[in-house]
């Protein structure tokens, strides 16, 4: 079975250029997750999709960053303009939307997206 | 908001050796995921718990969540180098709803075995 899906799994980009992340979730999940890593902050939730809509946003560090998922098959996670604090590893995630007390929640993660702002 | 720290921050051991790993929570644990992560790569899902004194096992690995649910350990018997890379806990916010894949993830714990 594919697992999560990432594009493009490197980026090295010019600071004020436009960033497009893709994540494709595994099929049949409704649940998809935007996270960031970085080695001062570790792994933090972006925004999170239920049902292709946002859920919450509060992650988003600012303006610059939007994210959108127009069909259960696809994600795009965008930095306009980029700067070199946004320089991370963004990971995509998803799970099948489930009751919590249900055993199977797993929640997977793709391989990430290294994004470097020069 | 729930804060997650995992002890000890690194970890190195001799092949062969048992560890343990864990992760203490400052609120009620609802649901509780391991990860292990390599470097370059995604998380790798090891398990979940969700029921205080729950212990799950696969393969070498064991993870426990206490009666409480505000702290669960990662113990790998007979440790090999493929258990080498770095785990995360991360904690599920509540009970329920559509909040619950939104996970608060520990610092992480930097495991080296040594062959």
């Known amino acids: 079975d594919a697992g999560v899906i990432q594009s493009p799994r490197h980026e090295v980009t010019e600071m004020g250029q436009e960033v497009t992340l893709r994540c494709k979730p595994i099929s049949g999940h409704n649940s998809l997750f935007w996270y960031r890593q970085t080695m001062m902050r570790g792994l933090e939730l972006l925004i999170y999709f239920n049902n292709n809509v946002p859920i919450d946003d509060s992650g988003m560090p600012e303006d610059r960053f939007s994210a959108k998922m127009p069909n259960a098959s696809f994600s795009t996670l965008k930095i306009q303009p980029s700067e070199p604090r946004d320089s991370a590893v963004y990971f995509c995630?998803?799970?099948?939307?489930?009751?919590?007390?249900?055993?199977?929640?797993?929640?997977?993660f793709g391989e990430g997206s290294w994004l470097t702002v020069v | 908001s729930q804060e997650l720290e995992q002890s000890p921050q690194s970890l190195i051991v001799q092949e062969g050796k048992n560890l343990t790993i864990n992760c203490t929570s400052s609120?009620?644990?609802?649901?509780l995921y391991w990860y292990k992560q390599k470097y370059g790569e995604g998380l790798i899902f090891l398990m979940m718990l969700q029921k205080g004194g729950e212990e799950k096992s696969h393969e070498k690995i064991t993870a426990k969540l206490d009666e409480k649910k505000q702290q669960s350990s990662l113990h790998i018997t007979a440790s090999q180098p493929s258990h080498a890379g770095i785990y995360l806990c991360?904690?599920?916010?509540?009970?329920?709803?559509?909040?619950?894949?939104?996970?608060?993830f520990g610092q992480g714990t930097i495991l080296t075995v040594h062959p």
């Open positions: 609120k009620t644990l609802y649901g």
């Open positions: 991360g904690a599920a916010p509540n009970a329920g709803g559509t909040s619950y894949g939104k996970l608060t």
């Open positions: 995630a998803s799970r099948p939307y489930r009751d919590a007390v249900s055993s199977g929640n797993t929640i997977y």
